[in-house]
């Protein structure tokens, strides 16, 4: 190869890492709006803000559409690079969280129509897990999304570690919140209704920490070629 | 990586990144083949195992030796004074180099088709009845005419035309004939030198397929420039690389999986998304 042709390569090349740098700014938009949109869902709730829960609902179609931008980008990429190899790991894994990130907006979404629903009534029981376990998802959230841009395999998997203890800790919240509202239901029945409301956001919240524990696992395969699910694992290095 | 890291280019793969097959006998294994021109090392300490029935491609950047490295396979770098060859190349129970072997009998058994289409300037039908016919073999020669060029994916096409001359067809059915002429001798492994190459899309497409029907009863070892192609079509993949000096290493072997997906070694990475090329 001449140097000309080494140039042209390069140059090309150049495009193309802009263009992979570009994708994964827009993921970190999406995953502001997402974290936002979690964060506004459940603030609204314990405040009985019914103007900020429409918004959250509103915002969710720009989510949607920001997840939408960003499959048409990777699909673009895709067919305009054929990659390969790291940058082909890259384009997957921000096509799966870009598909993750528009979920947890639905959760948010999700929680800000439970409380419209909910209308006047005060919640059944102060707010204090649910706001625990939204908070420890939203930093779950936070730090997958910085093992994905890390691409660095030692702190991706030390990211997992501690996902995967977050997550069991936000289950058992889960687990305690129900146990809660179930007695509160079973001491008067007339508390059923707004007993399920909160049940709902607090399974919402849970899903929201399990999509973030996906997002870390994309990472993973990003950094290592390992498809990871739960306590499943495919390894494409090896036969 | 930086075009100009020549150092980290001439450097030897690690030994971890070639692919071993502890439970398979390989149809063909080189044991630290070198190649030189002169004084001039081409290739140097190649050890591959090919499993049978598969399709391995040799990729790597202009000048790293795959098509020096694939002419060992089958002696064809004897045909070139200068050659000299070190090491060895174990098919069929022994070292195609060895003393006692015939050239021209493991180019039988071990063809090559090449980049351009080389259909000799005989008819259709003598094309491919040409191996046999040196063999010695003169029955039934019609009915092995037929079958190879079946096996080629080209009957259809030349079976009205076959005493036409092999130039005077399209260049995919020409390099399709030549695969004819290349089978009809029954080889268990076929050498390609970017096959496709010359070839339009079209004919890329019907030679790809060919190869992909041919590895059920052939073993296949195919040079390529072409990433998507080679993902394509084969089984495993053998990267090549050479630095400054101009001498061939490889420096990775292992499943298109592996290789295309999460290479090991970082210039297969750079190789295979461009950044050296």
Known sequence: ?239 | MALNETDLLSQAGSVENILRFDDIEPVLESNDLSVAYGDQTAVSDVSLQVPKNSVVSLIGPSGCGKSTLLRCFNRMNDLIPSASVKGTVNFAGQNIYGSEVDPTEIRFRIGMVFQRPNPFPKSIYENVAFGPRINGMTDDLDELVETSLRRAAVWDEVKDRLNDSGLSVSGGQQQRICIARALAVNPEIVLMDEPASALDPISTQAIEQLIQELSNEVTIIIVTHNMQQATRISDYAAVMMAGEERIGRMIEYGTNEQVFGNPKDERTEAYVTGRIG
């Open chain 1, 1 to 239: 190869m001449n140097e000309q042709q080494s140039n042209i390569l390069s140059i090309g090349r150049q495009e193309f890492d802009r263009e992979l740098g570009r994708l994964e700014a827009e993921l970190i938009l999406m995953s502001g709006l997402v974290e936002k949109a979690i964060f506004d869902a459940l603030q609204a709730l314990k405040n009985r803000d019914i103007d900020r829960s429409q918004k959250v609902i509103n915002e969710d179609d720009h989510i949607d559409k920001t997840e939408l931008e960003i499959e048409r980008y990777c699909i673009e990429l895709i067919r305009r690079e054929s990659p390969m190899a790291g940058d082909l790991r890259r384009i997957v894994a921000s096509l799966q969280i870009a598909g993750e990130l528009e979920r947890i907006g639905d959760y948010a979404e999700g929680i800000a129509k439970i409380s419209i629903n909910m209308g006047s009534q005060p919640p059944l029981k102060e707010l204090i897990d649910i706001p625990r376990m939204g908070d420890m998802a939203v930093s779950m959230l936070k730090r997958s999304l910085e093992a994905f841009i890390s691409r660095d395999e030692d702190f991706v998997r030390t990211i997992v570690v501690e996902l995967e203890s977050e997550d069991d800790e936000v289950d058992d919240l889960y687990t305690k919140v129900q146990g809660d509202l179930m007695e509160l239901v079973k001491s008067d029945p007339d508390n059923a209704e707004r007993a399920t409301y909160l049940m709902w956001v607090a399974h919402n919240v849970e899903r929201v920490a399990d999509r973030a524990m996906n997002i870390a696992e994309r990472a993973l395969f990003q950094a290592t070629g390992q498809l990871v699910s739960g306590t499943t694992t495919i390894d494409t290095n090896v036969e």
